[in-house]
């Protein structure tokens, strides 16, 4: 059974600082890694994707990913109170063309002023 | 990112009535969408998924007679709840995939969702 495991936190981080998500899946055949932001009542947003073993840079935005350990993470540089929320990672195994997501339960973010 | 929408936001029925969500690629051509369901505090629950010219595929648990679902263009999906319950409000949220990047690339993209509450 593919599952994707995250700490539900919540995570707490002073404005300014760094915020590290980590995420763990069970499928080796899983292939790429998303990570998704969701506020409080809305739906999930595209925060980025992985696929490559290594480090992958967007803006403020840092994606990990090590396929041996099965391990993916983000980091946040520059919190901002505005990052506030619930993180989700998902582990995609397109077997057959299926191209589902395995959602972790999330992690909630809390960064304080 | 590419653009999902969905209609209507929110609704709210009376028990008994059925409810049509529909789910639109703005942007892209999506021959796979998905629909989910999440209660509040809840990690999302994939319910179907919906592929363009063919049946849905349900998730186990979930009555495919009750939550109907068609994808009859590249860029349309609807959800009819239907006969809904009070047992069914919560928040729906569809999903497309573009595959536009190609391969490892293709990415599922999400609508607003819709809160439906049954009185």
């Known amino acids: 059974q593919k599952e994707v495991e995250q700490n539900s936190g919540p995570l707490s981080v002073p404005e300014g600082a760094i915020a590290s998500l980590n995420c763990t899946y069970s499928d080796r055949g899983s292939q790429s890694f998303f990570w998704y932001r969701q506020y409080s009542g809305k739906s999930p947003e595209l925060i980025m994707f992985i696929y490559s073993n290594g480090d992958k840079e967007d803006g403020r935005f840092t994606a990990q990913l090590n396929k041996a350990s099965q391990y993916v993470s983000l980091l946040i540089r520059d919190s901002q109170p505005s990052d506030s929320a619930t993180y989700l990672c998902a582990a995609e195994h397109a077997g057959a063309g299926s191209y589902q997501l395995t959602f972790g339960k999330g992690t909630k973010l809390s960064v304080i002023p | 990112g590419a653009v999902v929408s969905q209609h209507p936001s929110w609704v709210i029925c009376k028990s008994g009535t059925s409810v049509k969500i529909e789910c639109r690629s703005l942007?892209?051509?999506?021959?796979?969408m998905f629909w989910y369901r999440q209660f509040p505090k809840q990690s999302l629950m994939l319910m179907a998924t919906?592929?363009?010219?063919?049946?849905?595929?349900?998730e186990q648990g979930v009555e495919k007679d009750k939550f109907l679902i068609n994808h009859a263009s590249l860029t349309l999906s609807t959800l009819t709840v239907t006969s809904a319950h009070p047992e069914d409000s919560s928040f729906y949220i569809c999903?497309?995939?573009?595959?536009?990047?190609?391969?490892?690339?293709?990415?599922?993209?999400f609508g607003p969702g819709t809160r439906l509450t049954v009185l």
């Open positions: 999903s497309a995939i573009d595959r536009s990047g190609g391969g490892l690339q293709d990415t599922q993209y």
């Open positions: 942007d892209f051509q999506a021959t796979t």
């Open positions: 919906s592929n363009e010219g063919s049946k849905a595929t349900y």
